[in-house]
C-alpha cells in the first residue's frame, strides 16, 4: 500500500498486468479502469479537487464526460474536467465514477473511490450546552477542521454508555424529564474497505431550568375589607420558586419601588386604581446564559360591585300580546356598558323569582320580557333584585318597583232607534269600561263609526262627546247622514276612549228607516235666468186621498213687494204646467215664487207647506272685460311674494271672474300665483243678478324672473397698465340675461362696458332679463394698482474694464420699496433680462412691478455708455504678444474695448528695421500677423519682437509705444 498525501491507492499486479495487456491489445479511448482508496479525506485540502481523470489507467483521452453512479454527487463533480471535491461529498462508501467518449468510441472506464468517513472534531470541552426540555440536534455540536468541510451524515449516533437514557433518537435528542448534568455521545462513520470507522465525541450539559414557581392567584369584591392585605408579600402567593427572581409590577401600580421590593398593598392599590385586574409577573434569570428566562404571573383581581340605579317601567297590556317588556333607564356612570344577568322578582297577583341572561345594557338603557303565562286583571309588581355575573359581589340594586296588569276586556253592545226618513237615530252603547277594563266607565268621550247605507255606500262619522254613566251612553246620528231608506248598519271598530295593547272586537247593530210619503215637487222653469223670455211653473203633485193642494205664483221686482203677476190652482193631484207672462216686463231684475200648502196627515209626514223661488233678469248680461291681452311680470318686482291673478291690469269690467280656459266652470282664486306663459279667461259680472258677460277675454302671462347676480371674485383686482372697464368686472346672471353695471346701490344709469374702472369704487350689478331687472344689486370693489414708473437719480458712469452689468443700473434708480425693477432690451419686449447679463452701449428700458399682483409701470429709458474709464488703466487693455497659428485661440492682436474707450485711436506694427507692418483703427480691426512687405510666405510675418505704437486721440493722451512679441 503506497500513500500520497493522504490517498491510500492498492494495486492489484494481476488486475493491472491485465489492464495493461489489454490497452496493449485493443486501446480504448476512456483509458482503463481503477479503485482508489481515501481513508482520511480530512487530512488533505487537495481531496477538494481530486482528479479523476489523473486515476484512468492506459491512454484515456481528453473530451469526454463524466458521470456519477450516485446522483447525490453531481454537485460535487465537474463532468467536463473530472475534478470532483470529495469533502463534498459526506458519506462514508463506495463512490463510483464512469468516464465515456462517445464520440471516439464505445468505450468507458471507471473510478471506483473507496470513500472513509469523516466524524468531525469531538467536542468535549464544554461547547455542548443544551437546557431541560430542549431537543438538540447532535450534529449541531460537532466541529470541522475547515469550513469547507462537513460531518459525514451516514454515521450512528450513541449513548455512552449505550442507552443511558433513552432519549436519542437519531441524531436528536431530547433533554425533557432529565436531570441538569453531563451527557456524553459518540458518532461513528462506517469502515468502508480497508478504511476504518472513526469516531468522534461530544459530551453535552443539560443546564437546570429555572423555576418561577407556581402561583395562587386572590379574589376579592370591592366591599371586602383590605386591612389583613396592606404588607402582603408577593412570594407568599407562590410555591416552590426560586428564590432569586425579581417581581415585575406588569399594571404599574407603583408598589414595587426597587428591584428587590416584594411587599404591596392592596389597600393602596384598590384605592388608586379602584377594582380591576393587576398582575405581577415574577422573572427567574437564567445563570448561564443557555436557558431561557423563566416567568409566572400572580393576578390580583378585584371586582367590582355592579351598581344599578334608575327606573323601571312595564305597559299594561291585553292579553294575548305578551310577552310584558320591561323597560330600564339606569345611571350608566355607575355600570358600564355590557351583557348582564338580571334577576326578577314577580308579585302582587303572582309569586316567582327567575334569573334572565344575555341582556344588554347600553348606555344608560335596557329591556327584557318577563315568562309567560301571567294571571290577567290583577296588578303584577315587578322588582329586580340581583345583577350578574358578579362571582366576587353581591350587586347593589336601587330601582324602584313598577307594576302592570295583562287585561282581559269584556265585550261593549250597541243598539239604534227605528226611524223615519229624514230623521236623526239614537245609538246606545252599554257594558263600556274604563282604561283599568275592569270597572264601568263613566267617563266622557268622542267616539268614531261606520254608517253603511242599504245601498251599501259606507261613510265613517265621528259622534258627539257621549257621557257614559256605569258604562251606558248614547250619542245620536244626524239625518244629514240618513240619506236612503231601508236598513242601515252601524259599526264601531274601537268603542273605547284609550287604545289597548290588543284589539277590542267591533261592535256592531241596524236600524230601520221609513220613507216619507212623497212631496208635491214645483219647480220652474227659466229659459234664461240673466235675459228671460218665458217662465215656466211645473207641478208634479202625488194623489190625495185625504186631503188638497193650493198652489199658487207670483212675480216681482227685486227689492219690491210689489206683485206684477199672480195665479192660484187647487186639485187633489196630479201634474200640471202654467206659463208666466213676462212679456210686458221692462228691463230688470225680478223674483218670481210658486207656493203650495197640503192638509193630508199621511204616516210620517212632516212637511207640509213648500215653497220654490228664483230671479231672473230682463237685459241683465253684462259687458265682456276690457284688459291687454299680453301681460309680462317681473318676478324681483314682487319678492318674497309671488305675482297672482289680482295683478292682471284690468281697463274695464267688474265682478270679474278668472277661469284657466275659456269654457272652464272652476272658477281661479284672485290669490292664485300666475303662472308663466299661461292663458287666462275673465268674465264680467253684474252684481244685482249675478250675471256673467257672454264671453270671455283673455290674456297671456309672461313671467319674467330675474336674481341678483353672482360672483366668484367680488373684489378684483386690476393692473392700471391693462387700462381695466366695466366688462372686465366678473358677474354672471343665473337666468341667461343681460348683466347692468351701476356706481350705486339701487339708482342711477347703467354703465357703458367700456367704462375705465377707478380705484377703490365699488360697482353695482344687477341681472336684466327682457324688460325686468332685479331690484338687488351685486356689490364688487375694484382695486386698480397703479405702479409708478422707476426715476433715474443720476446717469451712469460705466467704464467698459469693469465689465459692467445691470445690477449696476440700478444704484442709480429710485423705486417704492414695495415694487421690484424688471430690466429690459426693447420698450415693448416681453423677455426680461437678468442683472447678472454684462452691459453693452445702448438703450436699456426699466420698469418696477408689483411682486404681489403682477402690475407694471411704463418703463424709462437708460442710454448706457462704457467709455467712463480711467485713463491710468488704459496699459492692461494693450496686450504683450499673441500667436497666429491658426487654432482659435489668441490669433489675433486686439486691442481689448479700445472701441468703447478711445474710439477714434489708431494702431501702427513696425518691424525692429521700424519698417511699418500694419496700421489699423477701429474700422479695420485687430492685426492678423501678416503684413504686405513679405515674411514667412507672401505676407506672413516670422516669428519675433514687434513694435507697436498706440494713438488714443482722446483728451490729449501721449502715444503710447512698445513691443510685442509675435510667436507661431
Request: proline share 6%; charged share 15%; net charge negative.
Amino acid at each position: 500500500m503506497l500513500n500520497f498525501y493522504g490517498k491510500h491507492y492498492v494495486f492489484s499486479i494481476v488486475l493491472f498486468s491485465f489492464l495493461f495487456f489489454n490497452f496493449q491489445t485493443n486501446a480504448q479511448c476512456t483509458g482503463t479502469s481503477s479503485i482508489v482508496e481515501v481513508c482520511e479525506k480530512d487530512l488533505d485540502s487537495a481531496n477538494q479537487t481530486f482528479n479523476l481523470f489523473d486515476e484512468l489507467g492506459g491512454t484515456p483521452q481528453p473530451g469526454g464526460i463524466w458521470i456519477a453512479e450516485n446522483p447525490l454527487n453531481n454537485n460535487a463533480l465537474d463532468e467536463a474536467s473530472g475534478i470532483v471535491n470529495l469533502w463534498a461529498i459526506n458519506r462514508a462508501n463506495i463512490h463510483i465514477f464512469t468516464y465515456s467518449f462517445s464520440s471516439c468510441d464505445n468505450s468507458t472506464a471507471t473510478v471506483t473511490i473507496n470513500l472513509g468517513g469523516y466524524p468531525g472534531e469531538s467536542n468535549t470541552s464544554g461547547g455542548a450546552n443544551a437546557c431541560q426540555g430542549d431537543t438538540v440536534n447532535l450534529f449541531s455540536f460537532l466541529d470541522s477542521s475547515s469550513d469547507n468541510l462537513n460531518t459525514d451524515v451516514n454515521g450512528v449516533w450513541e449513548e455512552v454508555p449505550n442507552n443511558a437514557t433513552g432519549n436519542l433518537s437519531g441524531e436528536m435528542f431530547t433533554t425533557g424529564g432529565l436531570e441538569p448534568g453531563f451527557y456524553t455521545f459518540q458518532y461513528t462513520t462506517p469502515a468502508v474497505g480497508n478504511c476504518p470507522e472513526r469516531t468522534s465525541m461530544v459530551i453535552l450539559e443539560v443546564h437546570r431550568l429555572p423555576n418561577p414557581g407556581t402561583p395562587e392567584n386572590l379574589e376579592f369584591c370591592e366591599t371586602d375589607d383590605f386591612s389583613d392585605y396592606t404588607n402582603l408579600n408577593l412570594h407568599d402567593l407562590l410555591e416552590d420558586e426560586d428564590e432569586d427572581g425579581v417581581w415585575i409590577d406588569m399594571d404599574e401600580t407603583g408598589q414595587l419601588t426597587f428591584p428587590a421590593d416584594t411587599i404591596i398593598n392592596l389597600q393602596e392599590i384598590y384605592d388608586t386604581f379602584g377594582p380591576g385586574m393587576f398582575n405581577f409577573l415574577y422573572k427567574v434569570s437564567s445563570t448561564q446564559g443557555v436557558c431561557p428566562d423563566q416567568f409566572t404571573t400572580v393576578l390580583i383581581t378585584i371586582e367590582k360591585q355592579l351598581s344599578l340605579v334608575g327606573t323601571i317601567s312595564i305597559d299594561d297590556y291585553c292579553e294575548g300580546n305578551g310577552p310584558p317588556l320591561v323597560n330600564v333607564v339606569y345611571d350608566d356612570s355607575l355600570l358600564v356598558d355590557s351583557i348582564y344577568e338580571v334577576t326578577v322578582q314577580l308579585s302582587g297577583g303572582v309569586s316567582q323569582t327567575y334569573s334572565i341572561p344575555g341582556i344588554q345594557f347600553s348606555n344608560g338603557n335596557t329591556s327584557f320580557t318577563l315568562n309567560e303565562p301571567l294571571p290577567t286583571n290583577v296588578e303584577i309588581v315587578v322588582e329586580i333584585t340581583d345583577m350578574g355575573p358578579a362571582s366576587l359581589c353581591e350587586s347593589f340594586i336601587d330601582v324602584p318597583t313598577d307594576s302592570f296588569t295583562i287585561l282581559e276586556v269584556e265585550q261593549p253592545t250597541l243598539t239604534a232607534d227605528d226611524i223615519c226618513f229624514g230623521e236623526a237615530t239614537t245609538a246606545y252603547l252599554s257594558n263600556v269600561v274604563d282604561s283599568s277594563l275592569i270597572q264601568q266607565s263613566n267617563e266622557e268621550y268622542t267616539l268614531n263609526y261606520e254608517l253603511t247605507a242599504p245601498s251599501g255606500t259606507m261613510q265613517v262619522l265621528t259622534s258627539e262627546e257621549i257621557t257614559f254613566t256605569n258604562g251606558d251612553g248614547s250619542f245620536i246620528i244626524d239625518a244629514a247622514f240618513i240619506t236612503e231608506t231601508g236598513t242601515y248598519t252601524i259599526v264601531i271598530n274601537e268603542p273605547l276612549n284609550f287604545a289597548p295593547p290588543c284589539p277590542i272586537a267591533p261592535i256592531d247593530t241596524t236600524f230601520e228607516v221609513t220613507p216619507r210619503p212623497d212631496n208635491i215637487e214645483l219647480d220652474l222653469i227659466i229659459d234664461n235666468s240673466c235675459d228671460a223670455a218665458s217662465v215656466m211653473v211645473t207641478i208634479n203633485a202625488p194623489q190625495l186621498n185625504n186631503g188638497q193642494y193650493t198652489v199658487s205664483y207670483k212675480v216681482m221686482e227685486v227689492g219690491s213687494s210689489v206683485v206684477l203677476t199672480q195665479n192660484t190652482i187647487v186639485f187633489s193631484g196630479g201634474t200640471a204646467n202654467y206659463d208666466i207672462n213676462i212679456n210686458t216686463l221692462p228691463a230688470g231684475n225680478y223674483i218670481v215664487t210658486v207656493e203650495s200648502t197640503q192638509n193630508d196627515t199621511t204616516l210620517c209626514r212632516e212637511q207640509f207647506d213648500f215653497i220654490e223661488s228664483e230671479t231672473f233678469s230682463i237685459d241683465g248680461i253684462p259687458d265682456v272685460p276690457n284688459l291687454d291681452a299680453s301681460q309680462s311680470f317681473c318676478l324681483g318686482d314682487y319678492e318674497p311674494d309671488v305675482p297672482r291673478i289680482s295683478d292682471i291690469t284690468v281697463i274695464s269690467g267688474q265682478g270679474l271672474q278668472w277661469y284657466d280656459t275659456a269654457d272652464s266652470t272652476e272658477e281661479l282664486a284672485v290669490n292664485s300665483p300666475l303662472i308663466d306663459g299661461e292663458d287666462y279667461y275673465v268674465t264680467a259680472t253684474n252684481p244685482e243678478n249675478d250675471c256673467n258677460s257672454s264671453n270671455r277675454s283673455v290674456v297671456v302671462v309672461s313671467l319674467i324672473e330675474t336674481e341678483t347676480p353672482i360672483t366668484n371674485n367680488a373684489n378684483p383686482v386690476f393692473c392700471a397698465e391693462d387700462m381695466p372697464t366695466v366688462a372686465d368686472l366678473n358677474a354672471s346672471s343665473q337666468n341667461g340675461g343681460t348683466i347692468i353695471w351701476y356706481t350705486d346701490a339701487s339708482a342711477g344709469v347703467g354703465l357703458p362696458a367700456s367704462t375705465l374702472l377707478v380705484d377703490g369704487t365699488t360697482y353695482y350689478a344687477t341681472e336684466q332679463v327682457g324688460v325686468c331687472e332685479h331690484p338687488n344689486r351685486l356689490a364688487v370693489t375694484a382695486t386698480v394698482i397703479t405702479v409708478p414708473a422707476p426715476v433715474l437719480s443720476s446717469d451712469p458712469e460705466l467704464c467698459v474694464i469693469d465689465l459692467p452689468t445691470i445690477a449696476e443700473l440700478e444704484e442709480n434708480i429710485t423705486i417704492n420699496a414695495s415694487y421690484n425693477l424688471v430690466w429690459f432690451a426693447s420698450a415693448t419686449g416681453t423677455a426680461s433680462l437678468d442683472t447678472d447679463d454684462l452691459l453693452e452701449e445702448g438703450t436699456y428700458y426699466v420698469g418696477a412691478t408689483d411682486p404681489t399682483f403682477g402690475c407694471n409701470s411704463a418703463r424709462i429709458p437708460i442710454i448706457v455708455m462704457l467709455d467712463n474709464c480711467d485713463p491710468t488703466n488704459y496699459d492692461s487693455l494693450i496686450p504683450d504678444g499673441f500667436s497666429p497659428n491658426g487654432d482659435n485661440v489668441n490669433d489675433t492682436y486686439n486691442l481689448v474695448n479700445f472701441q468703447f474707450i478711445f474710439p477714434d485711436y489708431t494702431l501702427e506694427i513696425y518691424n525692429r528695421y521700424g519698417k511699418i507692418l500694419f496700421k489699423g483703427n477701429s474700422a479695420t480691426g485687430p492685426w492678423d500677423g501678416t503684413s504686405s512687405s513679405g515674411g514667412l510666405g507672401s505676407d506672413i510675418v516670422p516669428a519675433g519682437v514687434y513694435f507697436y505704437v498706440v494713438n488714443f486721440n482722446r483728451d490729449n493722451l501721449a502715444p503710447k509705444q512698445g513691443r510685442l512679441y509675435l510667436s507661431r
